[in-house]
T-cell receptor
C-alpha cells in the first residue's frame, strides 16, 4: 500500500540554523500539507500546497517557514532560522483532492529538536 | 471557529472490554468529522470519517462512531478491546470549503490484561 515517507526521522539542530524537512507524498496525490505537534499539545495545521502554490497557511507559518516541491516527488518544509519553540514533531500529509471530506494520508513524522 | 474537544487524555480498559473515546465538536455549520489513530513511532492513520448520510460510521479494526447532532458528539467505540488497540486517538474536524484538519488534544488508550 502506498504511503507517505518522511526524512529524517529525527533532526537535531542548533538555534538559528536552517533545517529542511523532507517528505515524499503518495505518487498520485496532488495536495500536500504540513502539520506539527509540540510535545503534549495538539496537532496543528501549518500549510497546504497545490500546483506549486500555497493554498492556505496558519498563523504559525510565518516568514521563517517556506515550502517547496523541488521535483516531481519531494515536498519540503524549510525553517530558515530555528527557534527553541520550533521543537516539535512535524507531519507531512497528502491527499488526492482538497475537499473537506477527502482523506489526508500522514507520514510517520520528523522529530525536530532545537538546542 | 471549528474545534473538537476530547474528554479524557488517558483511558484505560481491560482486554475484551468496551472502548469508548469521547469527542464533542463545536460548529455553527455541519461538520465533517474524523478519527485518526497513531501507533508508537508511526504516522496518523485514518480510522473512519463522517461526511453526510448514515450517522453510524464503521471504520477499520472494528471501530465505529456515531454522529449525534443533538449532542454535538462523535464518540468512538469498539465492543471488545484488543491489546493491539493501545495507541493515541485523535478526533478532528474540517470546515466546509476547505480541508484544514483541526485536531483535538488526543486520547491515549491503554489496554490491560
Amino acid at each position: 500500500e502506498p504511503e507517505v515517507t518522511q526524512t529524517p526521522s529525527h533532526q537535531v539542530t542548533q538555534m538559528g540554523q536552517e533545517v529542511i524537512l523532507r517528505c515524499v507524498p503518495i505518487s498520485n496525490h496532488l495536495y500536500f500539507y504540513w502539520y506539527r505537534q509540540i510535545l503534549g499539545q495538539k496537532v496543528e495545521f501549518l500549510v497546504s500546497f497545490y500546483n506549486n502554490e500555497i493554498s492556505e497557511k496558519s498563523e504559525i507559518f510565518d516568514d521563517q517557514f517556506s515550502v517547496e516541491r523541488p521535483d516531481g516527488s519531494n515536498f519540503t518544509l524549510k525553517i530558515r532560522s530555528t527557534k527553541l519553540e520550533d521543537s516539535a514533531m512535524y507531519f507531512c500529509a497528502s491527499s488526492v483532492n482538497r475537499g473537506p471530506t477527502d482523506t489526508q494520508y500522514f507520514g510517520p513524522g520528523t522529530r525536530l529538536t532545537v538546542l | 471557529a471549528q474545534s473538537v474537544t476530547q474528554l479524557g487524555s488517558h483511558v484505560s480498559v481491560s482486554e475484551g472490554a468496551l472502548v469508548l473515546l469521547r469527542c464533542n465538536y463545536s460548529s455553527s455549520v455541519p461538520p465533517y468529522l474524523f478519527w485518526y489513530v497513531q501507533y508508537p513511532n508511526q504516522g496518523l492513520q485514518l480510522l473512519l470519517k463522517y461526511t453526510t448520510g448514515a450517522t453510524l460510521v464503521k471504520g477499520i479494526n472494528g471501530f465505529e462512531a456515531e454522529f449525534k447532532k443533538s449532542e454535538t458528539s462523535f464518540h468512538l467505540t469498539k465492543p471488545s478491546a484488543h491489546m493491539s488497540d493501545a495507541a493515541e486517538y485523535f478526533c478532528a474536524v474540517t470546515r466546509g470549503g476547505g480541508n484544514k484538519l483541526t485536531f483535538g488534544t488526543g486520547t491515549q488508550l491503554k489496554v490491560e490484561l
